[in-house]
């Protein structure tokens, strides 16, 4: 079977950053879709935090 990789279809979830959540736990990342899926966040709206379209995503903002 194939596995199910995003990253194929969408390479803009390829994209690294840095978050913060509301405790201040820092994470860096190389991979939206990896993260997103660890942390149990939408990859999308994780996208729009990282670009400025959204203030926070389930409490986790950016940290650039």
Excluded: M
């Amino acid at each position: 079977f194939p596995s199910h990789d995003t990253t194929r279809k969408y390479p803009q979830f390829q994209k690294g950053g840095k978050i913060i959540s509301k405790e201040g736990k820092i994470v860096e990342f190389d991979c939206i879709s990896h993260v997103s899926k660890e942390l149990n966040l939408n990859a999308s709206h994780l996208g729009q935090v990282l670009s400025g379209k959204r203030n926070s995503h389930r409490g986790w903002k950016n940290a650039a």
